[in-house]
Every structure is written in C-alpha cells, then in structure tokens.
C-alpha cells in the first residue's frame, strides 16, 4: 500500500495533477506521522484505517459546507473522495453486510440493545475498511429495535 501511493506521488508530480497531489501528499503525511506515534513501519489494515478517517472527516465537512451554501468546498471535498476511495478495498453491498449482520445475530443471540456492543465488536473486524461503519451501525441498532 505504502509503495503504491509513493507511485502515484510521483506520478502525480509528473503529471502536474495538483488535486491529487495534495491528496497523496496529505496520506503520505499522516502515514508518517501515524509511524512516528507508534514507532514502527504501518501495516495494510493500519493505513486503510487512516485513508478511512481521511474519508470520514471530508464527509463530515461536507455537510458543514452545505449548512453554509458553499458548493465549491463541497465539490473539492467529493473530488477528494473520489482519490482517498481508490485507495481503499472494494466496499461491500448492503446485502453483504446485511448477511455478516445475520451471522453475527445468529451466533450471539441478542435481547436487547445492551448486546449492541458484542454484536458491533464482532462483525467490526470483518467490517473494518469494507463498509462505513456508522451505517453499519445503524442497521444493528434497527435490527436490534426490532426484535
């Protein structure tokens, strides 16, 4: 993952893309700073981990831009998106993760929303980079709600 986004640094600076190189420029700095923290080398799953945080904060300035009318910001934000998510693995339908969900109920049994918690703990590896997360949650807590 590392090697792929120094590739496309460079191509980036090659191609005088500047949207995408800020972007790449962006992760490449966070993964460094993420390394400096935990003094070791990111694994895969710990640099999906930070493009995904990436991802989210851009979603959730984009609805502050909107409360505020400011189109430009939002379409920049969703161009930034669009490069962060080809970063990412392949994202599961809702019909896949509405099946992880099932196994997940099936094996733990849940009586109330209390068991939120084992249930999210449980599919949260599987999940984890494939799916957005707060969605997830919200289709637990409506299963759950429905029991």
Same mark, same amino acid.
């Given at each position: 993952?590392? =090697? *792929?986004?120094? +590739? ?23 993964? #460094?700073? +993420? ?12 640099? %999906? ?15 502050? /831009? =909107? ?8 379409? #920049? ?12 693995? *392949? #994202?599961?339908?809702?019909?896949? %993760?509405?099946?992880?969900?099932? +196994?997940? /109920? ?16 449980? %599919? ?5 980079? *494939? ?10 807590? +409506? *299963?759950?709600?429905?029991?």
């Amino acid at each position: 993952m590392r =090697e *792929k986004i120094l +590739e496309d640094l460079k191509s980036a600076m090659k191609a005088q893309d500047k949207e995408k190189l800020s972007v790449v420029r962006m992760v490449k700095g966070a993964i #460094q700073m +993420e390394e400096l923290n935990k003094k070791h080398q990111l694994s895969d799953d710990e640099v %999906i981990s930070i493009i995904a945080k990436q991802i989210k904060s851009r979603k959730e300035a984009i609805i502050e /831009f =909107e409360k505020a009318n400011r189109t430009d910001l939002i379409n #920049q934000n969703q161009k930034e998106i669009e490069i962060l998510n080809t970063y990412m693995p *392949k #994202q599961l339908s809702e019909e896949e %993760i509405i099946k992880v969900i099932d +196994e997940a /109920f099936s094996k733990i049994n849940p009586t109330s929303e209390r068991d939120m918690g084992k249930i999210i703990g449980s %599919i949260s590896p599987i999940l984890k980079g *494939k799916a957005d997360m707060s969605l997830v949650s919200k289709m637990v807590k +409506e *299963k759950l709600n429905n029991l």
